[in-house]
């Protein structure tokens, strides 16, 4: 069974979450520049793709049809980039919201990062394929 969702998770809180997390992300000095390069001038569809995701993520609305792992591939992610985007996700999301509803969201964040990194064969959860090796860049 699968347990309900908090009531306080909603449309409106998904949007906010999400503008305001990638409003920070443009300001940061290690991931902002891997999304600029990476997105360019398409931010209003990142945004919007993000929404969907979320969506999907937090209030199973089956929105977003895309391929995470796809898009993350040869950006030269490492474990401490992950690492980075949860503590910024973290305080976004208790920025706007508490308890089982924050709990849903990082919850979920972390295992976007999990899968990510596993996907992506970086970081302490990757598997270590061979032939699949990481090609870790330095932002800082």
């Not at 009531?7 to 520049?33: C, K, M, N, T, W």
């Not at 199973?60 to 401490?80: C, D, Q």
């Not at 972390?110 to 302490?124: E, F, H, K, M």
Request: charged share 20%; proline share 6%.
């Amino acid at each position: 069974m699968i347990p309900p969702l908090p009531q306080d998770v909603s449309e409106p809180l998904v949007e906010r979450i999400v503008h305001d997390f990638y409003a920070l992300i443009r300001q940061d000095a290690v991931l902002g520049p891997i999304f600029e390069e990476r997105i360019g001038d398409g931010w209003d569809a990142h945004l919007a793709t993000m929404v969907d995701f979320w969506s999907s993520l937090t209030l199973m609305s089956g929105r977003y049809g895309g391929k995470p792992h796809v898009a993350h591939f040869g950006l030269g992610l490492t474990m401490e980039h992950f690492e980075h985007w949860l503590v910024l996700f973290e305080g976004v999301v208790n920025a706007h919201c508490a308890g089982p509803a924050a709990a849903l969201f990082i919850g979920r964040a972390r295992r976007v990062a999990d899968s990510l990194q596993i996907g992506l064969n970086i970081g302490d959860k990757a598997l270590h394929l061979p032939g699949r090796a990481a090609v870790a860049v330095s932002v800082a």
